[in-house]
């Protein structure tokens, strides 16, 4: 009888000393997950500014038999800033989807975007960095990221785009 009171004792001690155990654990993972979130507080403030920029339409049909079919898409916009916090101007990028409506055995079309113009509120009109979008017929072309750099205080307006001497403009919203 007493080795079975003592292995009840025992096995009543093991339980209780990982109960409290698990206990101290939960607490101790409650104060870890508070501290980062702290911390990560200020560095949220340093991050810059993000733009919202939709385009009406998004799409748009160029060329002289219409075989051009442009789709801008992932705009993004965010605030350039020097060292000492100021504004140095918005960085505007996209991405362009070609859509070649060639017939298979018609041409490909290549669009330098180095024809785009992009169209400020204060009446100027600049150009992009320079890509290059190509699409087989029947086939549909992903570019990558283009980007035009704004002066500081100026808003996009509308982004003219050029192909196959037909022309085409997208508006554009800023906010």
């Known amino acids: 009888m007493k080795t079975n009171v003592f292995a009840v004792l025992m096995l009543l001690a093991t339980t209780l000393t990982y109960s409290c155990k698990e206990h101290k654990q939960e607490n101790s993972d409650q104060t870890s997950t508070v501290q980062p979130a702290t911390e990560a507080s200020p560095a949220s403030g340093t991050k810059p500014k993000d733009y919202v920029v939709t385009a009406f339409p998004d799409t748009i049909l160029l060329g002289k038999n219409k075989e051009a079919f442009i789709r801008i898409k992932d705009l993004?916009?965010?605030?350039?800033?020097?060292?000492?916090?100021t504004s140095a101007g918005i960085e505007l990028s996209y991405k362009?989807?070609?859509t070649n409506r060639n017939s298979i055995g018609g041409h490909g079309i290549g669009i330098p975007t180095t024809d785009f113009r992009l169209e400020?509120?204060?009446?100027?009109?600049?150009?992009?960095?320079?890509?290059f979008v190509n699409a087989e017929p029947e086939a549909?072309?992903?570019s990558d990221y283009d980007k035009f750099i704004l002066a500081a205080g100026s808003k996009?307006?509308?982004?003219?785009?050029?192909?196959?001497?037909?022309?085409g403009s997208i508006k554009l919203e800023l906010k």
């Open 120 to 131: 400020l509120d204060n009446g100027n009109k600049i150009a992009p960095n320079s890509i």
């Open 140 to 142: 549909t072309k992903l």
């Open 76 to 85: 993004k916009a965010i605030e350039l800033s020097n060292s000492d916090g």
């Open 96 to 98: 362009i989807e070609l």
């Open 156 to 167: 996009p307006v509308a982004l003219n785009l050029f192909f196959d001497q037909t022309r």
